[in-house]
């Protein structure tokens, strides 16, 4: 009898019932490669986001009633904040090696700059994207570009190409890359900041891109990105900004042939199979 390959886990939103082996929904298909895969676009809560312990899951091979790994697969560490992911599970039998991938929408406008907070780790440059940080001196502010990857939950400027990009994270039950934290004076919203005081938001308006001061009567919508200038600031109603490290044209003619495989390992051209360019899955021949 050919073996069968289910996911069953934690919360019902994402499984659709608990720990249940036998929900047919949950059967991963087999792909041509010999592995097996389980994919579906889910939305977690704030509250779901939080429970870091209802986050696993576990693959299960029958016949035999085999659960896989031995220890529940806890996604927290990759679904770290509430929001909507397309989300794929895939399982090698040939080494029991499962990996769960989720994607999430990044959006530059016309302007070319965006502050965005992720929700998945990622790796902006892979994208074609430069993330920074935000330094504040008295009245004056400086970006600063990440060279690694972004950890949820990181507020950030982003600089790009004007469109909608697709960030992969990957986790697996295998070694972790490490895992750098960014230190950054970016503020997310907790949906009842005010811009009551020195308070900064970033915009392109008629100085040009940069940060421009709040009405005091606005509220920032929760997940949106801010700034607390300190009292040296006076009352500017806009300050712009330096940048530090790798321009954004020099990382981008390299983003734009930089290719990863699944598993997040940057590959060459003689690499065969499905990989991420641009912030695209495409089929490699």
Not at 206 to 232: D, H, Q, W
Request: glycine share 8%; with cysteine.
């Amino acid at each position: 009898m050919k073996a069968t390959y289910t996911v069953a886990g934690a919360p019902a939103s994402v499984f659709k019932t608990l720990w249940d082996k036998d929900n047919d929904a949950n059967i991963m298909q087999e792909q041509p490669n010999g592995t097996y895969l389980w994919k579906r676009t889910i939305t977690l809560s704030e509250a779901e986001a939080a429970d870091k312990q209802n986050l696993a899951f576990k693959v299960v091979i029958n016949p035999g009633n085999t659960w896989l790994p031995k220890e529940n697969f806890y996604y927290g560490d990759l679904l770290q904040r509430a929001g909507t992911f397309d989300v794929s599970i895939t399982f090698n039998p040939e080494n029991d090696n499962i990996a769960m991938t989720a994607t999430q929408d990044v959006t530059i406008p016309s302007a070319g700059y965006a502050t965005f907070v992720p929700s998945v780790k990622t790796n902006f440059s892979a994208l074609g994207i430069t993330a920074y940080t935000v330094k504040v001196t008295d009245a004056s502010v400086t970006l600063s570009p990440i060279e690694h990857e972004v950890l949820p939950g990181t507020p950030v400027v982003l600089k790009g190409a004007a469109q909608t990009y697709k960030a992969a994270a990957i986790w697996a039950n295998k070694e972790q890359d490490s895992q750098f934290a960014a230190t950054t004076e970016l503020k997310v919203s907790d949906g009842k900041m005010t811009g009551a005081g020195l308070v900064y938001v970033l915009a392109n308006k008629s100085k040009g891109v940069g940060f421009y001061r709040l009405a005091e009567n606005v509220t920032i919508p929760a997940g949106k990105c801010y700034l607390s200038m300190p009292i040296e600031a006076g009352a500017k109603d806009f300050i712009g900004f330096e940048t530090t490290g790798i321009s954004h044209a020099a990382m981008s003619a390299t983003a734009n042939d930089a290719m990863y495989n699944l598993s997040g390992q940057r590959v060459d051209s003689t690499y065969k199979g499905i990989v991420i360019k641009n912030g695209k899955k495409i089929l490699n021949k």
